[in-house]
C-alpha cells in the first residue's frame, strides 16, 4: 500500500469511526509524527523525525508493537529480531487510550533509525 492510500484509510477509517478516532482525537498527534518519519528525504531527517515521534509517544504515554520484514521476506515481532538478516520494512501498531492505528511500508532509511525507535 502506498503512503498516500494509507493517509486515504485512515481518514476514512476516522470519518466512519471504524479507527476509534474523535474528532481531534489525540492520535492525530502520533499520526502526524508517523507521517514525519516515512516522508523523511535523509537517514538524518528520518533520524530526527524519530526522535520526535518517540518523545510523542512518551507524552502521550502509548505504547506501539512493531512487526518486521526482512530481506528474506520472513516476517518477524521486534521482539523476536535479532538483527541478523536486512530490514525490508517495518509496520507498527500504536496503542493510545484506548484506540489504535497501524502503519505500513516504513523501510528505514539507516537501519539505525530502527534500532532509535526502539531504543535498542
Same mark, same amino acid.
Given at each position: 500500500m502506498t503512503r498516500s492510500g494509507l493517509a486515504i484509510l485512515l481518514a476514512i477509517?476516522? #470519518?466512519?469511526? &471504524? &479507527?476509534g478516532c474523535k474528532g481531534g482525537s489525540d492520535t492525530k498527534i502520533l499520526q502526524k509524527a508517523w507521517t514525519a518519519v516515512i516522508d523523511a528525504f535523509t537517514a538524518e531527517a528520518e533520524a530526527e523525525a524519530v526522535a520526535n515521534l518517540r518523545k510523542a509517544i512518551s507524552r502521550k504515554g502509548a505504547s506501539f508493537r512493531g512487526t518486521i520484514f526482512d %530481506? *528474506?521476506?520472513? @516476517?518477524?515481532?521486534?521482539? %523476536? !529480531?535479532?538483527? *541478523?538478516?536486512?530490514?525490508?520494512? #517495518?509496520?507498527? @501498531? !500504536?496503542? +493510545? +487510550?484506548? %484506540? %489504535? !492505528? @497501524?502503519t505500513t511500508d516504513w523501510s528505514p532509511k539507516d537501519e539505525a533509525n530502527f534500532y532509535l525507535l526502539f531504543r535498542e
Open positions: 477509517g476516522c #470519518v466512519a469511526g &471504524t &479507527t %530481506e *528474506d521476506g520472513h @516476517t518477524i515481532p521486534h521482539t %523476536e !529480531f535479532s538483527g *541478523d538478516k536486512a530490514i525490508r520494512t #517495518v509496520c507498527l @501498531t !500504536f496503542y +493510545d +487510550d484506548g %484506540e %489504535e !492505528f @497501524t
